[in-house]
């Protein structure tokens, strides 16, 4: 493994500089290919220089297994696409199948945890997949091949829905279609399964419908308005959710027995994925009357809360600046411009404090916080955003677009 200093790998200014000078200044063609490069969007030039590998592997520092995740390599090929960055979008899926597939997604799924052993060793530490991660990788992939014209990336991606189809998604009584989050421990024999919102972005899930019109998509998309309704509370919703059949056609929400009634890291992304769902779609405003609870208590409290017990409606501890971050599309779908306001002055306070070159000298910037952040600020700073289909429309399209005009 190679653990460069992230410090030392700062992105010089001058080139830069440079570059957008020549852009401006060369006409036609010249600046047609320019506008076409790689985005000017720093953040995700942060995330390569402090985390991506020059093999494609997304490293988080913050274990001691120095590990990697399906999760991490998907969230990755997400933001490369969106930065119009192919050469890394190629390295972060080449490591995922190699070292997370076994170089065959025709038959394996990803595991989703990879790093050094007890003894030392370089591995894929646990075989089960993650579904959202898997979902996201057909994402990337499917809206790959379309914005890039190369239709490799979709015969991959529908190779991945497949076997998503087969070995994650269940149909549950009474609720109906559901992916699980991963193959392997989430259903149990006493008609009992383990759910995780988090892992269920709607606009993602409808632009699989669009590729797949046959497959469980939209009802997937419907089953998750209906979790959050139905297992929320005070409009908070918990990490984890037990789902209980209580007869061939029925069943309830119940407080999961393993991980409990707190909404934390997990559940943060929920408020993330409805914010981002176009005000179109006609789960949107079911999902975020579901809601209501964060906006309230960060506009009682200031900052979002750590933690959450959704049944006892206490909270406890600051959520990092990630969690700000996360909350920003949020916000914004429920015109709050106040609280977008006062969280946005936060995240660009501490996320700019933790890429100093002093911080990132003593330690790896924090992952999570920065994954979330290239999410919201992204969408926010207008990078991207979901069209009513689930399509992505990166800004690059756009502009490549305008230039190609003669």
């Known amino acids: 493994m190679n653990i460069v200093n992230s410090a030392k790998r700062r992105a010089p200014l001058k080139p830069l500089l440079a570059a957008a000078l020549s852009a401006w200044l060369l006409p036609g063609a010249s600046q047609a290919a320019s506008q076409c490069a790689v985005s000017e969007w720093p953040l995700w030039h942060s995330f390569t220089q402090h985390f991506i590998q020059p093999d494609g592997r997304v490293l988080d520092a913050s274990t001691p297994q120095l590990h990697s995740s399906s999760e991490g390599q998907s969230y990755g090929m997400f933001f490369a696409l969106v930065a119009n960055d192919r050469a890394a979008f190629d390295k972060l899926w080449a490591w995922a199948k190699n070292n997370l ?18 003894k030392g060793q370089w591995r894929l530490l646990d075989t089960n997949s993650a579904s959202d991660a898997d979902l996201w990788f057909a994402y990337a992939l499917t809206e790959a091949a379309r914005l890039w014209q190369d239709d490799s990336y979709s015969k991959e991606a529908a190779l991945l829905l497949n076997n998503i189809k087969t ?69 908070f919703v918990a990490d984890w959710v037990g789902y209980r059949g209580t007869g061939p056609g029925n069943g309830l929400f119940v407080i999961d027995p393993v991980k409990g009634e707190v909404g934390s890291y997990d559940a943060i992304r929920v408020y993330l994925w409805a914010g981002l769902t176009p005000n179109s779609d006609p789960l949107f405003k079911p999902m975020l009357d579901s809601l209501g609870g964060m906006a309230q208590t960060v506009a009682t409290q200031g900052t979002p809360p750590e933690k959450v017990q959704v049944k006892s409606n206490t909270t406890s501890g600051d959520g990092p600046f990630g969690f700000s971050a996360a909350l920003l599309p949020y916000f914004k779908a429920r015109q709050q411009p106040w609280l977008e306001q006062q969280q946005r002055a936060r995240v660009d306070t501490l996320l700019a404090k933790s890429l100093t070159p002093e911080a990132v000298q003593a330690r790896q910037p924090p992952y999570y916080d920065v994954v979330l952040s290239l999410f919201a600020l992204g969408y926010m700073d207008q990078h991207y955003r979901f069209l009513a289909d689930g399509k992505l429309q990166p800004l690059w399209e756009t502009s490549c677009a305008r230039a190609a005009k003669p």
């Not at 076994?102 to 007890?118: A, F, M, Q, R, T």
């Not at 998604?169 to 392997?184: N, S």
């Not at 797949?212 to 997937?220: K, L, R, T, V």
């Open 101 to 118: 597939a076994g170089s065959d997604i025709g038959n394996n799924l990803p595991g989703w945890w990879w790093g050094k052993d007890e």
């Open 167 to 235: 070995k994650e998604v269940a149909d549950l009584p009474g609720l109906g279609k559901i992916m699980l989050p991963g193959p392997q421990g989430f259903a149990k024999p006493d008609h009992f399964w383990h759910l995780n919102p988090s892992y269920l972005p709607v606009p993602v899930l409808r632009r699989m419908a669009g590729v797949d019109p046959q497959g469980p998509w939209n009802d997937i998309a419907r089953s998750t308005a209906t979790l959050m309704k139905g297992a929320g509370q005070h409009g």
